[in-house]
């Protein structure tokens, strides 16, 4: 075991969850998360990233409990975990009500909308590179 993973593995839960937010993309997956269920071709429209990064930050945050999946079909949406989704939400609204990012987080939340609009039936039906 290498020292920096020595070191994480013994970060404490408080750090751990504020590395969530650590990242850009991550950060604004989670913003898109609070807002609704959402499969990875809707993420990487709205955040505009390509869809082997979003993967790996769902990924990510499935594997620390952060998120869980639903599979429907040949398609899996990912939603908060319950039990983290209040703190969650709580962090991402303090930061917006200090106007952190506000901009960059409405838009992608408006994408995410254009998104959804789409579905047929309440279930993705198109893939990404749409919007």
Same mark, same amino acid.
């Given at each position: 075991?290498? #020292? ?10 408080? $750090? ?8 850009? =993309?991550?950060?604004? !997956?989670?913003? @898109?998360? =609070? ?23 769902? $990924? &990510? @945050?499935?594997? &620390? &409990? ?14 908060? $975990?319950?039990?983290?989704? #209040?703190? !969650?939400? #709580? ?14 987080? =409405?838009?992608?939340? $408006? ?21």
């Amino acid at each position: 075991m290498t #020292a920096s993973m020595c070191f994480y593995a013994h970060m404490s839960k408080a $750090a751990n969850f504020f590395k969530l937010f650590a990242d850009p =993309t991550r950060y604004r !997956i989670l913003h @898109l998360l =609070t807002l609704d269920e959402c499969c990875v071709c809707e993420l990487v429209d709205a955040v505009q990233t390509p869809q082997y990064t979003v993967s790996r930050h769902l $990924a &990510g @945050l499935r594997k &620390g &409990g952060w998120v869980v999946e639903r599979r429907d079909g040949t398609w899996i949406y990912y939603r908060l $975990a319950p039990e983290h989704a #209040a703190l !969650i939400k #709580a962090v991402l609204q303090t930061a917006q009500a200090h106007d952190l990012d506000a901009q960059l987080l =409405t838009a992608d939340a $408006a994408r995410l909308q254009t998104r959804l609009d789409m579905r047929t039936a309440g279930r993705c039906t198109l893939g990404y590179g749409i919007v």
